[in-house]
């Protein structure tokens, strides 16, 4: 898996939710699903409404003894809308020829390899670079984390073999999960909830593609009992890299020499690493429309049909032996330093997921409070497709979340006034700040800028059937969180239900 290990932001607290039973009746709070406020009639074919929210919406609200402030100066437009209906999905499960048919598609006439499993070499490789604080591991800040990954890795080369096993050919077909008791071992370190898999059952599909081994299959069927999702990947090279994740370092960066913590000089030549993957970023590479173009010919060639892009983010792709792989050991941000950007390509990842009356369906994260009255935790991931094209053509394709529909349970939904959304996202934001726990004598001010606004679509668990969920429209908020003289502690998500005002929260 792809490990992205933070630093702990000394201002950010643990997310967790609290349900309780809200004074206005909620989504899933009604005998028949939906109360009946909620249920609009249809509009006619065509016709469109136009939403009360504020077409310039300014906002500077002061809390806490003036010590917080939550403010918004953003042009929201005129919303219309058509139908807002309410829909119940459900898992599906990804059948054989379903597999095959993925399967053959991405590996053309290569034959399938059963994956090989890291040797000892591998993991002392990782242990050396610890030891000799190379890369993300001079981090000085980290280094009870990274000594902890160390005795992970000491535990996990026992068990690991010694050379390579001879490349055995793989067919296509579910099988058990690999027997890997030393990448196991490797990964525990960090704890946390791990994914739900069962070795005895035979849902699981991965291979290598080719005889050099250049590309990855990996597939899962959904299982009821093991509460899972399916999903597929092809993955050609080792991996890659999005311009949002060195954004994010460099927020991390930043953020560190704003408090002034003392990293002996890593943070500068960290920030000068991430310098070079922004300007390699920056070089010319495959066009976004014509990247989007050869993105939307696989899904057209896979006959799906029911699924449009919505959103695109520029990445560099990296080719087998110029990057660490994607499944590697130890912390993927060390895979920075090790990658060659003279080798790396330049290209568009596109994430593709179902539009419901030209809003689109997305995979939401919203930030849950300890005093939020009413949460909801999505059952599944939802449904989306991302595509990653370079001037050499495709490079990766990754479904998770199929699902497929059960019923609508509305065919149209009246929305809470965009008044009463805002309150309480006042209120979530005022709540996160609460945790902080700030001592009444600090002077400490936090501000909280609104920086975007969308309609979107996302899932909340369905009514009476928590295997299964719905889809309804939500709010979504993001927030610039500063304290002080740190101008950016982090980007915060606001997800509220625009039927209820309800938190839609996490699903990890």
Not at 74 to 94: A, F, R, S, Y
Not at 273 to 300: F, N, R, T, W
């Amino acid at each position: 898996m792809k490990k992205v290990v933070l630093l702990i932001m000394m201002l950010c607290m643990a997310l967790t939710g609290c349900q309780k039973t809200p004074d206005k009746s909620s989504v899933v709070s009604k005998a028949d699903g939906l109360s009946e406020d909620v249920i609009a009639e249809p509009l006619a074919n065509g016709e469109k409404r136009t939403l009360d929210n504020p077409e310039h919406w300014k906002i500077n609200d002061k809390r806490s003894n003036n010590r917080v402030t939550i403010s918004a100066d953003l042009e929201l437009g005129k919303i219309e809308t058509g139908n807002l209906p309410v829909i119940e999905m459900k898992n599906h499960e990804l059948e054989q020829k379903e597999l095959e048919k993925l399967v053959l598609y991405f590996s053309g006439n290569n034959d399938l390899y059963v994956q090989q499993i890291y040797t000892k070499d591998i993991y002392q490789k990782v242990i050396d670079r610890i030891e000799n604080k190379e890369g993300t591991y001079g981090d000085t800040t980290m280094w009870t984390s990274h000594q902890e990954l160390k005795e992970a890795l000491k535990t996990a080369i026992k068990l690991a073999p010694d050379i390579l096993a001879e490349p055995k050919k793989a067919e296509i077909k579910f099988q058990k999960i690999i027997d890997n008791p030393a990448f196991t071992a490797a990964q525990g370190w960090a704890g946390g909830k791990k994914d739900e898999q069962d070795s005895d059952a035979k849902n699981y599909f991965s291979v290598d593609v080719g005889r050099e081994m250049t590309a990855h299959i990996d597939a899962e069927r959904y299982d009821s009992k093991l509460g899972n999702s399916s999903k597929f990947s092809w993955m050609q090279g080792a991996d890659i890299v999005e311009a949002a994740t060195i954004q994010k370092y460099k927020m991390q960066c930043k953020y560190q020499n704003d408090a002034g913590l003392d990293t002996s000089g890593y943070t500068e030549g960290y920030s000068a690493l991430l310098s070079q993957y922004d300007a390699c970023l920056d070089q010319p590479g495959i066009e976004e429309e014509e990247g989007k173009k050869q993105a939307e010919q696989v899904l057209q060639d896979l006959n799906i049909t029911d699924m449009v892009c919505s959103s695109s983010e520029k990445i560099l792709w990296f080719p087998k032996g110029a990057f660490p792989e994607r499944d590697s050991l130890g912390f993927w941000s060390d895979h920075l330093w090790l990658g060659n950007l003279e080798e790396a390509e330049t290209g568009y990842q596109y994430i593709f997921s179902a539009n419901i009356e030209g809003i689109p369906v997305k995979q939401v994260y919203g930030t849950i409070s300890e005093k939020t009255i009413e949460s909801y935790t999505p059952p599944f991931p939802v449904e989306e497709i991302t595509i990653t094209v370079t001037k050499g053509g495709i490079r990766s394709f990754d479904w998770q979340g199929m699902t497929e529909e059960v019923e609508q349970i509305a065919e149209n939904t009246e929305l809470l006034s965009f008044e009463t959304i805002q309150n309480q996202l006042l209120d979530q934001i005022f709540y996160w700040y609460s945790q902080q726990g700030q001592p009444v004598n600090d002077t400490t001010l936090f501000n909280y800028q609104i920086i975007s606004t969308e309609l979107e679509y996302t899932y909340i668990p369905a009514y009476k059937e928590p295997k299964n969920a719905w889809l309804v429209p939500v709010w979504v908020f993001t927030v610039k969180e500063s304290a002080g003289e740190v101008e950016t502690v982090q980007n915060l998500s606001f997800v509220l239900s625009a039927l209820d005002g309800g938190v839609v929260g996490r699903t990890d």
